[in-house]
C-alpha cells in the first residue's frame, strides 16, 4: 500500500546469545517445563503466576507476566503456537500479546506504540557446550527499529538473567 511506512520499514532482529552454565537438558526444561517458566519469565522485577505450555507442533502457550506493584501490579500476557520443536536443539514459536486465554490482542488496545509488533516469529536453539553448559540463542524476528525493539531486547537479556539464575 503506498505511503504505508509501517510495511515498508526496515526491521531488525532481537538477537540474545548467553553462555548458560547448566547443561542442555535443564535449559531446555527451564523453556518447555510450566514450573520452571515461572521462575524466569518477565524482566527484572517481574513475575509470571501463570503459564500453559501444550508442547507440540501446533500447540499453544501463555506465559502471564506480573508487573511489580510499584508499577501497577497488573498482568499482562503473551501466547502463541509452536511451529517447529526438536528436542534440546530448538524451539520456533509465534509470539504477541494476548488475554488471558490466548486470544490476541491489538498492542495498540492495551497502550503500546504503533511499532509494537502485533505477532513475531521466534527462535530459541540450545547448543551443547562440553558437558554442563549450554550456548542459547533467543531471536525474535521482524521488530522495527525503535524504542520498543530496544524494551525488548533489555528484557530478553533480563529474563536470561532470570533463566540463568534459576538454574544455579
Given at each position: 500500500?503506498?505511503g504505508d511506512t509501517k510495511q515498508n520499514s526496515p526491521k531488525e532482529d532481537v538477537f540474545v546469545k548467553?553462555?548458560?552454565?547448566?547443561?542442555?537438558?535443564?535449559?531446555?526444561?527451564?523453556?518447555?517445563?510450566?514450573?520452571?517458566?515461572?521462575?524466569?519469565?518477565?524482566?527484572?522485577?517481574?513475575?509470571s503466576p501463570t503459564c500453559v505450555i501444550d508442547l507440540r507442533e501446533g500447540g499453544q502457550y501463555i506465559?502471564?507476566?506480573?508487573?511489580?506493584?510499584?508499577?501497577?501490579?497488573?498482568?499482562?500476557?503473551?501466547?502463541?503456537?509452536?511451529?517447529?520443536?526438536?528436542?534440546?536443539?530448538?524451539?520456533?514459536?509465534?509470539?504477541?500479546?494476548?488475554?488471558?486465554?490466548?486470544?490476541?490482542?491489538?498492542?495498540?488496545?492495551?497502550?503500546?506504540?504503533?511499532?509494537?509488533?502485533?505477532?513475531?516469529?521466534?527462535?530459541?536453539?540450545?547448543?551443547?557446550?562440553?558437558?554442563?553448559?549450554?550456548?542459547?540463542?533467543?531471536?525474535?524476528?521482524?521488530?522495527?527499529?525503535?524504542?520498543?525493539?530496544?524494551?525488548?531486547?533489555?528484557?530478553?537479556?533480563?529474563?536470561?538473567?532470570?533463566?540463568?539464575?534459576?538454574?544455579?
Open positions: 500500500m503506498a548467553r553462555i548458560i552454565d547448566a547443561p542442555v537438558e535443564l535449559v531446555w526444561k527451564a523453556w518447555t517445563d510450566t514450573t520452571h517458566v515461572m521462575k524466569w519469565w518477565g524482566p527484572k522485577h517481574y513475575t506465559f502471564c507476566m506480573r508487573a511489580p506493584k510499584n508499577q501497577g501490579g497488573q498482568d499482562s500476557y503473551v501466547s502463541g503456537i509452536y511451529q517447529k520443536i526438536v528436542p534440546m536443539e530448538r524451539l520456533e514459536f509465534t509470539q504477541g500479546l494476548s488475554d488471558k486465554d490466548g486470544n490476541r490482542i491489538n498492542p495498540l488496545s492495551v497502550g503500546m506504540p504503533p511499532d509494537f509488533p502485533k505477532e513475531f516469529l521466534t527462535t530459541i536453539i540450545f547448543k551443547r557446550i562440553k558437558h554442563d553448559m549450554t550456548e542459547l540463542t533467543v531471536i525474535e524476528h521482524g521488530w522495527t527499529p525503535g524504542h520498543m525493539y530496544v524494551y525488548s531486547l533489555a528484557g530478553m537479556h533480563q529474563c536470561i538473567d532470570k533463566l540463568a539464575e534459576s538454574l544455579e
